[in-house]
């Protein structure tokens, strides 16, 4: 059905305070860019305000497309395609600042955390709170049989590294105590961790069953599982660490047995 001439109007009128506050955005983001460079030693702040600008940016796209489907009953595809290239620049502006290894330790980045000492546990929840959520509106905005359905996983891959990464695992440890005001916040943020890895690990697993059949997407998934495993080693959930395991070695067994298929069927082919 086309759209009338009412409709497009309407939406035009509505939509150019949002184009507003876009530029402005974009604005802050480039005077963000440019301290930066100005202040290295404040890297670390800068690079966690222009992944706040970003998440501001892609909600602001998203609410321009949730503004057309109201008003024309269409998405408005250059603001969707917008708000996920810019999922990409906010994880890419986070790992700047804290990494992006999701296989190395948990105190890995030992050195990169104690440079935002002032970034407080409530504020880093808070900012993988509402990457998620921005993350999961837009994927919900694109719908179920969207082109870019198989690229998502990778991006709740880079998510878990944002969550793993910027989470002070030695700080948790230490104050694991009632008493400390920050034990409930960590707690969240540590039971984020874990469910991020658990739904990335299963997408990667759809994605081999329903699409690839590539064995680089179940050893992701082992990859993240893995993450679990070394997270519940050190707190003693023997449990989920039971259960982790047994769920990696399956995985492995199978990536092996699929790898030595393909190369019995490769020496075949030489013959």
Known sequence: MALTKEQKQEFNEKVAEFKVALDELKKELNVYKIQLKKNPDMSPYYSIAMTLNTIKTINTNLL????????QGINAVNYLETARK???NAISYLEQAIGNEVEGSLNENREMLDKMTRITPTQRLNLIKALKECIKKTINAFGTNSKWKWSWPEVSYRMVGAAKNIFDFRDFEKGKDLDNPNYYVQREHFNL????????????RSKFDLSTQET???????????LNRRIFQITGETDDLEKTKTIIESLKEKVESLETSDEEKKKKKKK
């Open 64 to 71: 321009v497309n949730d503004l057309s489907v109201a008003i």
């Open 86 to 88: 810019e999922i990409y």
């Open 193 to 204: 961790i874990i469910e991020l890895a658990n739904s990335a690990a299963q997408e990667f």
């Open 216 to 226: 680089g997407d179940l050893k992701r998934s082992i990859i993240l599982l893995d």
